[in-house]
């Protein structure tokens, strides 16, 4: 029975830790992602040509560049 019990919870320390790790990156890589883009353009983005389709939303992004930084944000493109 003692080792039943070392396999229980061996298994559920491992299916914690397995959760933990699906929640740790579904929260940063959503607040990541959502960052990038909004209504509003911050100061010091350029508008590109480039536009693409969200996948999860299907709305079409129009890119904008931050020459300095490197940086890329996503703003709908309403037409």
Do not use: C
């Not at 909004?38 to 129009?62: A, C, Q, S």
């Amino acid at each position: 029975m003692n080792w039943l019990n070392l396999a229980t919870g061996y298994i559920g320390i491992q299916l914690l830790l397995f959760i933990s790790i699906v929640l740790l990156s579904w929260f940063i890589w959503d607040k990541r992602f959502k960052s990038k883009q909004g209504d509003e353009v911050p100061p010091g983005f350029e508008k590109t040509e480039e536009i693409m389709i969200d996948p999860t939303t299907d709305k079409k992004m129009r890119v904008y560049y931050h020459p300095e930084s490197g940086e890329r944000f996503y703003k709908e493109e309403i037409k």
